[in-house]
């Protein structure tokens, strides 16, 4: 189950209720397709549409995986493997890749084409020189560089391991259904692929092949995300907002942006949620940040971030909000013990767990942030379980259509993105960007 407690967002349930004709105009922008970017909300309905043929061949290509290899690396960048990744480190064990077989029963799971590090690869080459691996290569426009550069680069490793033929028979590849050098290399090469749906955008894809097919390889029951995720679905189809709270967060933060709080950072206590983190914010920084407007995203990992980040949460600009992920149960726990001589003084805490100190440093936390004039929202999770997180992607997913249809932008499109890229390929001389080559060098 999730909950929203907003007590501490200094935000009164009148004004989110004076939100309810607004929100509603966005509800049916987002379910009649009728709103900004209406060409990209396949993922409202997806987890209800996709195929049981589908699901079953993700999984029997995951058993194959398994069964073959020691690693897969996901190659994705952005939309195309923050999600995997978000679901994959929130579920498994701390240190996955370090376990035995034996303990972890499921490939070692690597990434890569999401920087453009020579290090970085050079690094991972080593890593997987010894073992038996596989390729899942995702890109929707199958013609981004970052992961196009690993790909050319890993594919080699693998021919050299397996040769050609064989090879091709540990790579997969999703992509467009139809265009794209990715597709083009996979129809000729005749890798088995996934299609990531025209109308679903790279950000808003985790619950589609892009994230199901390295979640199931983890060992994740993706059947259990999808139930998570349909859950979803029904309980914030309400167009009322007094009766929804993904509707609530999104007025919420609209208010709070209205009031000049223009960053909001996603705070967790738990490091497997860092990952989580990080697609919230491109979730919401590529949705919202456009025609010079947009709350900056931005996210902490506390308490290791309380003694960084916290001085200026506490003290700093006042332009901030937060957004706490509280999870309840997480599963696991550690007693404190006692020492009979106490020279740390920590005798006090060993009739506490490690997670009733946690949560003492979450409640000291709010209320010293909320005295410092951070309002903050609560987003309760009863527990850190794959139905849940399910649930939780689909919740955020549907918050940021909402919210940014209440700001006035296009939540499904990212025109920002092209600048660098544009100026990147110029510079190394990409044909068809010699004129803009030119005026860039002498910019610089
Ligand atoms: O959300 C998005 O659309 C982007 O972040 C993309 O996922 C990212 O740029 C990668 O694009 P592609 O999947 O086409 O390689």
Redesign the pocket.
Known sequence: MIKLNYSKSMVKEEEISSFKEFVKSAHYKLHLKSGLGNDYVGWVDYPIEVSKKELERIKSVSEKIVSDSDALVVI?????YLGARATIEALSHSFYNSLSNDQRKTPEIYYAGNNISGKYLHDLIDVLETKNFSINV?????T?TE?AIAFRTLKKLLEKKYGKENAKKRIYATTDSSKGALKNLSDKEGYETFVIPDDV???YSVLTPVGLLPIAVSGIDITKLLEGAISAREEYMNENIDENICYQYAAIRNILYNRGKSTEIMVNYEPSLHYLGEWWK?LFG?SEGKDNKGIFPAAVDFSTDLHSMGQYIQDGRRNLMETVIKVNDTGLDMSISEDEANLDGLNYLCSKTMNDVNEKAFEGTLLAHYDGNVPNVIIELEKLDVFTFGKLLYFFEKACGISGYLLGVNPFN?PG?EAYKKNMFALLNKPGYEELGEILRKKL
């Not at 994705?76 to 195309?80: K, L, T």
């Not at 995702?138 to 199958?142: N, T, V």
Request: avoid cysteine; glycine fraction near 32%; aromatic fraction near 0%.
């Open positions: 994705g960048i952005g939309g195309s995702i890109s929707k426009s199958g981004t992961p955008g790279g950000r491109q590529e990212q993105v």
